[in-house]
């Protein structure tokens, strides 16, 4: 059964659990201006505990290029965090996405609520 984080606390973060495609919109800042990014893929990872947790979101980016972003859960940066697609799962960790490629990277079943 994978891991699910309890975001209750917590007003701008869904609750999400490993294997969901979730869109992490993140506050990056340059000098003096701010703008916000969008990162969306499937949740690989969930790690740590209280303030230190984090999860690890793995997309496929141009040109077939994997990129994976490690967030933490508690980060201020994290303006929203909303689950697009939710995912079901057997493993707490998703690390054998990394050797897929195309469409078998991405292809998780769907999870039914």
């Known amino acids: ?3 699910k984080f309890d975001a209750s606390k917590i007003d701008h973060i ?3 659990q490993v294997g969901d495609t979730v869109r992490v919109l993140y506050k990056i800042r340059e000098d003096e201006k701010t703008r916000i ?5 499937i949740v ?3 790690k740590g505990s209280g303030i230190s ?3 690890t979101v793995r997309r496929i980016g141009a040109d077939s290029v994997p990129v994976e972003r490690i967030f933490p859960v508690h980060s201020p940066n994290i303006s929203k965090l909303t689950v697009v697609r939710p995912g079901k799962v057997r493993r707490a960790k998703l690390y054998y996405l990394r050797d897929k490629t195309g469409r078998a990277a ?4 769907r ?3």
Request: no cysteine; net charge positive; charged share 30%.
């Open 44 to 46: 690989i990872s969930l």
């Open 53 to 55: 947790r984090t999860f």
């Open 37 to 41: 990014q969008p990162f969306e893929g």
């Open 106 to 109: 991405t292809r998780v079943k």
């Open 111 to 113: 999870r039914e609520n």
């Open 14 to 16: 869904e609750t999400f």
């Open 1 to 3: 059964m994978a891991i």
